[in-house]
């Protein structure tokens, strides 16, 4: 089981991105992906949760004012699409997944339940 991210980089305040998970391995036809994030100096926090096959998607927070997570299942990719990013988005961002894990139920954003896990992608915003 596997997944990896991509598309972190450097954004100016206000700016977008969209970071990438794709995934392999998993056999379930319903399994749940998701992202996270760690800052600087911070625990790591949960951002959304998308599970597949056109299920639940969940966000933690606030953000859900500004990120958008999304699912093609004919990639086996999760997008994270981020818009008006401020300095305080800065962070490593990680794609993490597991089969059981429900993304409808609380407790989605718990790190510890989730077995694989991304190497972490980059984010900076910076003027």
């Known amino acids: 089981l596997q997944v990896a991210e991509s598309g972190g980089g450097l954004v100016q305040p206000g700016g977008s991105l969209t970071l990438s998970c794709v995934d392999s391995g998993f056999t379930r036809y319903y399994y749940n992906v998701a992202w996270f994030r760690q800052a600087p100096g911070k625990e790591r926090e949960g951002v959304a949760c998308?599970?597949?096959?056109?299920?639940?998607?969940n966000y933690a927070g606030s953000f859900k004012d500004r990120f958008t997570i999304s699912r093609d299942d004919a990639k086996n990719t999760v997008y994270l699409q981020m818009t008006s990013l401020k300095p305080e988005d800065t962070a490593v961002y990680y794609c993490?997944?597991?089969?059981?894990?429900?993304?409808?139920?609380?407790?989605?954003?718990?790190?510890?339940?989730?077995?694989?896990w991304g190497q972490g992608t980059q984010v900076t915003v910076s003027s």
């Open positions: 998308a599970t597949t096959r056109g299920g639940e998607t």
């Open positions: 993490a997944a597991d089969e059981l894990v429900v993304c409808a139920n609380p407790g989605w954003d718990t790190d510890y339940y989730y077995h694989t």
